[in-house]
């Protein structure tokens, strides 16, 4: 993997910013170009947060902090950029306007990142000069604290290009997850979007509130999937017999009407509203930055609790930590 210093991400929202704290904060320069007034503003809420989050999350020290410029132009950001992030809204015109001016002004070689939630690259390529270097790699929020990075080529995605992204990920303390075949929403998000789906009918149709809702995840199924998954999850739940049993005791239920995600409800606003409403009583007492900080800390409590159990999420920060350590002890003896 060729040394990368510097970095460009272009967009600086809630993906974007977190983008930038991690990579700042593994010592790499990034410069960030988005045109929106308050954008500085908002970048630095994100580095505040992520800043305490690290605090928490690794005995083990930090690289120094790379710079942090905004950039007055996608060209001055990806000047000389070693690995670009395309953080930018979800609208494949969009993105395309943005490659163009990418590859106007940045090394043929340095890899374009995408961290679209679903649309798939070889979409996204189809307007490049150079569509070899581009790929998605979809984090998820907070990316500063969270190591999933889904991987994903399209049709023209150069294979080296692939491999040199997973060794980046990798060395930022994250856990790069190759998707096989290129689908729209990749797999992650298929998942929650069916999970997303199913909680819509039952707040519409007035089984739970949102807050119920939360509390069937957060306190049953949601600590199981946090450190085993679902497949590893059922399992388990098989008992000596395993999956097989598993499967031969549930299956049936599958023919079985108990859910509805076939169906999709009216998103109306009447809906939006009855959602809107309770998600206010539910959470409305605490502002968003004190929801993200209750979010980050529950996420440094399991992730460490993981780390001395030496499983899932907890593996990846122990792998982290000691990258950490041995690159400290260089710096060290330099």
């Known amino acids: 993997m060729r040394p990368i210093d510097k970095a460009a991400c272009i967009g600086g929202g809630v993906i974007g910013a977190g983008w930038v704290a991690r990579l700042a904060f593994n010592g790499i320069d990034v410069a960030i170009y988005d ?43 990806v000047a000389d950029a070693g690995w670009i992030v395309e953080a930018v809204p979800e609208r494949v015109d969009i993105k395309h306007a943005v490659y163009a001016e990418i590859e106007a002004a940045a090394s043929g070689e340095t890899i374009i990142a995408s961290s679209t939630s679903g649309i798939m690259p070889s979409d996204l390529q189809e307007a490049m000069a150079t569509p070899g270097r581009l790929l998605v790699a979809h984090p998820f929020n907070p990316v500063y604290l969270l190591p999933l990075v889904e991987v994903v080529a399209g049709e023209r995605t150069a294979p080296e290009a692939v491999e040199e992204a997973m060794a980046f990920i990798a060395s930022l303390g994250m856990k790069p997850l190759r998707i096989r075949k290129e689908i729209e929403a990749f797999v992650a998000d298929r998942m929650l979007e069916a999970v997303w789906r199913e909680a819509l009918w039952l707040v519409k149709d007035g089984v739970a509130t949102t807050e119920e809702v939360d509390d069937a995840i957060r306190y049953g199924f949601g600590l199981r999937w946090a450190q085993m998954g679902l497949f590893e999850t059922y399992r388990v739940a098989g008992g000596e017999a395993g999956m097989r049993h598993f499967l031969a005791q549930f299956g049936p239920c599958l023919k079985w009407p108990w859910t509805r995600l076939t169906d999709v409800p009216d998103f109306d606003d009447e809906l939006v509203e009855l959602i809107a409403g309770q998600s206010d009583d539910q959470s409305g007492h605490l502002s968003i930055r004190e929801l993200e900080q209750a979010r980050d800390d529950n996420l440094v409590a399991i992730m460490k609790a993981l780390k001395g159990n030496d499983w899932g999420a907890g593996r990846t920060l122990a792998a982290y930590e000691t990258a950490l350590a041995d690159a400290a002890a260089k710096r060290e003896a330099e």
């Open 35 to 77: 045109p929106a007034p308050d954008a500085e503003e908002k970048v630095a809420a994100v580095l505040a947060n992520a800043r305490r989050a690290y605090d928490r999350l690794t005995s083990a020290p930090l690289p120094p902090a790379g710079t942090i410029t905004h950039a007055k132009s996608i060209a001055e950001a």
